[in-house]
């Protein structure tokens, strides 16, 4: 944007500040309110035409964004063409604004909306996770098999100089947990306690380091303890910890099968609205603003340092990696959000009291004390602006599953709550309507 204002108007307004500035200034040999004009502009007038250009840019500018209805992403860069005495004002402002937002016609997508049946099988298969969360571990003596626990020291070299932070000591690691390099926990099948190990490999490429990125390393291993998982008992001392009393294993089952149901409803609901999301964006093509591009990448990568740091983990011994590496999935959530906020205006979606209300119970129920949770959110006006967000999306998305074709489909519960670890395969039913 290129902006110009004359001369006389900034010399008029410099006159104006300066003969105000005569009634207050005081100037040595002069009494205040005395000091001729000439004096006071002679002493102040740079400083005073200074003051009026910085705020008649300001002011022009915001006067231009508004008769042109700009909306811009970020603060302008400001380049000054003239600002001398005599010139007048004339400066160009680089910026970058919001897109136009033309969505596709809603009547010409189509969304699948998966159903999800919880069968007694799939109870069983909860049993067992719950089992397996409160299991313990005993020591064994025999050779360890994927599932055991390993208590180990290592230490990492790579072309003979020590792995920064590639070492430690009484680390334990269950075999099978892919939570080391390809080849580190494979490496260690079958060893017993007690004995030392040499493990050759390489760091995958891409890596989060770059610097190690597909180069070799060497391990050095000591394993001092192999231990096996005991899965506890489904009896009346497992069912207390979850807060059931007295009705043994039917109760139990009664209990795990309704909280089930309450997550199936939550996920199928946030299943659906990630498709609707992804079928938008898809859909819709926008020339996305880089200053909202990468204010995303810096808040993604703050908010993953966050994650790790109160999980106990250093993410700078972790090598973790700098905001360009969310900028990918920044221009994803960038597009949708402008997206949504398209929809939104056109939908008149809101978020009511009484749906938030609703919202905050629900999340609430899962708790040990829901009145203490519901009592926190409402605490924090931020807090509850985030749950409104999420119930106008839901409004919004509710818009446009009212207007799209709808394709069904069933999804099992393993799938739907355990998305990218199972391998998905929906059956699209046809509709008897």
Same mark, same amino acid.
């Given at each position: 944007?290129?902006?110009?204002?004359?001369? !006389?108007?900034?010399?008029?307004?410099?006159?104006?500040?300066?003969?105000?500035?005569?009634?207050?200034?005081?100037?040595?040999?002069?009494?205040?309110?005395?000091?001729?004009?000439?004096?006071?502009?002679?002493?102040?007038?740079?400083?005073?035409?200074?003051?009026?250009?910085?705020?008649?840019?300001?002011?022009?500018?915001?006067?231009?964004?508004?008769?042109?209805?700009?909306?811009? &992403?970020?603060?302008?860069?400001?380049?000054?063409?003239?600002?001398?005495?005599?010139?007048?004002?004339?400066?160009?402002?680089?910026?970058?604004?919001?897109?136009?937002?033309?969505?596709?016609?809603?009547?010409?997508?189509?969304?699948?909306?998966?159903?999800?049946?919880?069968?007694?099988?799939?109870?069983?298969?909860?049993?067992?996770?719950?089992?397996?969360?409160?299991?313990?571990?005993?020591?064994?003596?025999?050779?360890?098999?994927?599932?055991?626990?390993?208590?180990?020291?290592?230490?990492?070299?790579?072309?003979? &100089?020590?792995?920064?932070?590639?070492?430690?000591?009484?680390?334990?690691?269950?075999?099978?947990?892919?939570?080391?390099?390809?080849?580190?926990?494979?490496?260690?099948?079958?060893?017993?306690?007690?004995?030392?190990?040499?493990?050759?490999?390489?760091?995958?490429?891409?890596?989060?380091?770059?610097?190690?990125?597909?180069?070799?390393?060497?391990?050095?291993?000591?394993?001092?303890?192999?231990?096996?998982?005991?899965?506890?008992?489904?009896?009346?001392?497992?069912?207390?910890?979850?807060?059931?009393?007295?009705?043994?294993?039917?109760?139990?089952?009664?209990?795990?099968?309704?909280?089930? !149901?309450?997550?199936?409803?939550?996920?199928?609901?946030?299943?659906?609205?990630?498709?609707?999301?992804?079928?938008?964006?898809?859909?819709?093509?926008?020339?996305?603003?880089?200053?909202?591009?990468?204010?995303?990448?810096?808040?993604?990568?703050?908010?993953?340092?966050?994650?790790?740091?109160?999980?106990?983990?250093?993410?700078?011994?972790?090598?973790?990696?700098?905001?360009?590496?969310?900028?990918? !999935?920044?221009?994803?959530?960038?597009?949708?959000?402008?997206?949504?906020?398209?929809?939104?205006?056109?939908?008149?979606?809101?978020?009511?009291?009484?749906?938030?209300?609703?919202?905050?119970?629900?999340?609430?129920?899962?708790?040990?004390?829901?009145?203490?949770?519901?009592?926190?959110?409402?605490?924090?006006?931020?807090?509850?602006?985030?749950?409104?967000?999420?119930?106008?999306?839901?409004?919004?998305?509710?818009?446009?599953?009212?207007?799209?074709?709808?394709?069904?489909?069933?999804?099992?519960?393993?799938?739907?709550?355990?998305?990218?670890?199972?391998?998905?395969?929906?059956?699209?039913?046809?509709?008897?309507?």
């Amino acid at each position: 944007m290129k902006v110009a204002i004359p001369e !006389q108007q900034i010399d008029a307004l410099v006159r104006q500040k300066l003969a105000e500035l005569v009634r207050t200034v005081r100037l040595n040999g002069f009494r205040p309110g005395r000091a001729p004009l000439q004096v006071v502009e002679r002493q102040y007038g740079a400083r005073v035409r200074g003051d009026v250009l910085g705020d008649m840019l300001r002011s022009s500018f915001g006067e231009a964004l508004q008769s042109h209805q700009l909306r811009p &992403v970020a603060d302008p860069v400001f380049d000054l063409v003239s600002a001398e005495v005599g010139t007048g004002l004339a400066y160009t402002a680089t910026f970058e604004v919001y897109p136009e937002v033309h969505l596709k016609p809603i009547e010409e997508l189509v969304f699948t909306q998966a159903s999800c049946e919880i069968g007694e099988t799939d109870i069983d298969t909860m049993l067992e996770v719950l089992r397996k969360q409160h299991a313990s571990w005993q020591e064994v003596l025999r050779p360890a098999q994927n599932g055991d626990q390993v208590v180990l020291d290592f230490a990492g070299t790579v072309e003979g &100089v020590a792995l920064e932070r590639g070492s430690a000591t009484d680390h334990e690691m269950e075999l099978g947990s892919a939570n080391m390099i390809d080849g580190f926990e494979e490496g260690l099948l079958g060893a017993v306690a007690g004995e030392a190990r040499t493990l050759d490999l390489h760091f995958p490429a891409p890596y989060q380091r770059e610097d190690l990125a597909g180069k070799p390393v060497h391990f050095d291993v000591t394993v001092k303890k192999v231990a096996h998982k005991v899965l506890p008992e489904l009896d009346d001392e497992l069912f207390k910890k979850f807060g059931i009393q007295e009705g043994g294993l039917e109760a139990f089952r009664r209990e795990v099968s309704e909280n089930m !149901q309450r997550e199936r409803t939550r996920a199928l609901q946030r299943r659906f609205n990630r498709h609707v999301l992804d079928q938008l964006s898809n859909a819709n093509e926008l020339a996305l603003p880089q200053a909202l591009v990468a204010a995303e990448a810096q808040r993604m990568h703050d908010e993953s340092r966050r994650n790790l740091a109160m999980r106990g983990a250093d993410p700078d011994r972790m090598g973790h990696p700098g905001p360009e590496f969310f900028t990918a !999935q920044a221009q994803g959530r960038v597009k949708v959000g402008l997206i949504m906020a398209e929809v939104i205006r056109t939908s008149g979606a809101s978020a009511p009291p009484a749906k938030v209300r609703q919202t905050v119970e629900s999340m609430a129920s899962t708790y040990e004390d829901p009145e203490a949770m519901l009592r926190w959110y409402y605490a924090d006006p931020k807090r509850l602006q985030e749950i409104e967000a999420v119930c106008r999306e839901e409004e919004a998305v509710n818009w446009l599953a009212a207007r799209a074709q709808i394709s069904p489909a069933t999804i099992s519960f393993d799938d739907l709550m355990n998305p990218g670890q199972t391998q998905t395969q929906e059956k699209s039913q046809i509709s008897s309507g």
